[in-house]
């Protein structure tokens, strides 16, 4: 494969390249061109930003060039961030280390202060644990929703679920809701999810927190530009599930993403290896279906010998999930 393959999936140009590294510079080189062109337009710059694994190489790639790039340090400085999402977990809490908030901190903002200078602009989502979470999600809401009547250019960096959903909007919370940030329920698959990405904060199930709160798909898709980011090999399900065909299904929040007018995805070649094949079976055969190798390999994605019956379950699920899609 070359340095870039690029595929179709709805209205969402999808480009996969070599590794994660270059994802993350790929990326940055297109969100930079865009905010450049609109600050000279005297646009509000915002950038709407995940904060999971799969936004390191983004992050990376941004740290690095800010530090080479005087102009763009100039707009960051100006630039509006936020969140997508976040645990009912406050500041004073022992537990605030497993926040998204605390993450973004470390993990972004902090080195880009160290570059430059004071950010007078991140709105962080500083949820409490207790019932003044309703009222602080809708005030954070319309924040952002100020913000867009005004003249602004809304950015908006995401990721995939393992099982499909974008922020915690997952498969149990329906597609048709207005614009909203709303508290969500962990589901089974999400769960496995989390113990994944943060093995040293949640070591079992139970650890993870029962609840979260999140934009909904339909708030996510009012920003004015949407980039998808997916490095791990461990999403390969939920790329092929998202982009495989044209299809936008309640299973996979994600999938809502070829609504968008402006939208496009940056994906390994390890990640979107199970899309390739099935996308290369379909070139050929129009009823192709996943073959059992590949197939068995996504089974894995969910074994977990600690919770079998997890295990099971979100095999089941996902397997539900492809025959929605004809793919098996």
């Given amino acids: 494969m070359q340095k870039e393959h690029i595929i179709y999936s709805g209205t969402v140009k999808v480009n996969i390249v070599k590794n994660e590294s270059l994802m993350g510079k790929m990326t940055v080189d297109h969100i ?8 000279v337009q005297d646009k509000i710059i915002v950038l709407w930003l995940m904060a ?5 190489p983004f992050y990376q790639a941004l740290i690095e060039r800010v530090e080479r790039d005087r102009f763009l340090r100039e707009i960051i400085k100006k630039t509006h961030f936020f969140q997508f999402d976040d645990y009912p977990i406050s500041r004073n809490s022992k537990k605030f280390s497993v926040t998204f908030r ?35 999600s809708i005030a954070y809401q319309e924040e952002l929703l100020n913000l867009r009547e005004k003249n602004s250019y809304i950015i908006q960096l995401k990721g995939i679920g393992m099982d499909g959903h974008w922020g915690f909007h997952g498969s149990e919370t329906p597609l ?15 769960i496995q999810q ?9 070591p079992r199930a139970e650890d993870v927190p029962k609840t979260a709160y999140t934009f ?15 490095p791990q090999p461990t999403k390969e399900y939920a790329v092929l599930a998202t982009y495989g065909t044209d299809d936008i299904i309640n299973e996979i929040p ?13 994906i390994t070649e390890k990640a979107a290896k199970a899309l390739i094949e099935f996308r290369k079976g379909r070139e050929n055969d ?11 390999r996504l089974r894995d994605l969910w074994k977990d010998d600690a919770n079998q019956p997890y295990s099971q379950q979100n095999i089941k699920i996902m397997e539900e999930v492809l025959k929605k899609l004809n793919m098996i």
Wanted: glycine share 4%; net charge neutral.
């Fill in 32 to 39: 930079t061109k865009v905010i450049k062109e609109k600050y």
């Fill in 52 to 56: 999971a694994p799969s936004g390191f």
């Fill in 102 to 136: 605390y993450l973004l901190e470390n993990e972004l903002f902090k080195p880009l202060r160290n570059l430059c200078g004071e950010l007078h602009y991140i709105h962080l989502l500083e949820l409490t644990g207790t019932d003044k979470d309703k009222e602080i």
């Fill in 176 to 190: 048709e809701m207005p614009p909203a940030m709303i508290a969500v329920p962990m589901n089974k698959q999400n």
């Fill in 194 to 202: 989390q113990r994944i990405d943060w093995p040293e904060f949640f």
């Fill in 216 to 230: 909904n798909v339909n708030m996510f898709l009012l920003a004015d530009e949407i980039i998808d980011n997916v």
């Fill in 254 to 266: 994600s999938s809502a993403l070829k609504k968008h007018y402006n939208a496009q995805a940056y």
């Fill in 286 to 296: 129009k009823g192709y279906k996943l073959n059992n190798t590949t197939l068995n």
